[in-house]
């Protein structure tokens, strides 16, 4: 069965630390880009962060800009998304996808989506 799967999600304290994983079963994360969303309630789907298939380029949204870090761990055909000094406005279900497109540090263009996560619950709350 062709999949992915997020895990990791929680509730965090703001400022506190998560790191969501993407695994993909069936198929090989390599040649794709992978895209991490997240929906806040009331809102729409927003990607956040991106890294390449081929040589790591990661793109970021403003919002998530030297908090967030986006890695590849080829040997476990998994993506992470380390999340650190979160805020209560990073409340969302976070959501991994696979597809082809290009990663710049400063665009990322994703032209097909291949593969969805089915999402994971982040809460930031005191």
């Known amino acids: 069965q062709l999949q992915l799967v997020e895990s990791g999600g929680g509730l965090v304290q703001p400022g506190g630390s998560l790191r969501l994983s993407c695994a993909a079963s069936?198929?090989?994360?390599?040649?794709?880009?992978i895209v991490w969303f997240r929906q806040a309630p009331g809102k729409e789907r927003e990607p956040i962060s991106c890294?390449?298939?081929?040589?790591?380029?990661?793109y970021y949204v403003e919002s998530v800009k030297g908090r967030f870090a986006i890695s590849r761990d080829t040997a476990k055909n998994t993506v992470f998304l380390q999340m650190n000094s979160l805020k209560p406005e990073d409340t969302a279900v976070y959501y991994c996808?696979?597809?082809?497109?290009?990663?710049?540090?400063?665009?990322?263009?994703?032209?097909?989506?291949?593969?969805w996560g089915q999402g994971t619950q982040v809460t930031v709350s005191s």
């Open positions: 890294i390449s298939s081929n040589d790591g380029t990661a």
């Open positions: 996808a696979a597809g082809g497109g290009s990663v710049l540090p400063s665009i990322c263009v994703f032209r097909r989506i291949d593969y």
């Open positions: 069936g198929f090989t994360l390599d040649s794709y880009v």
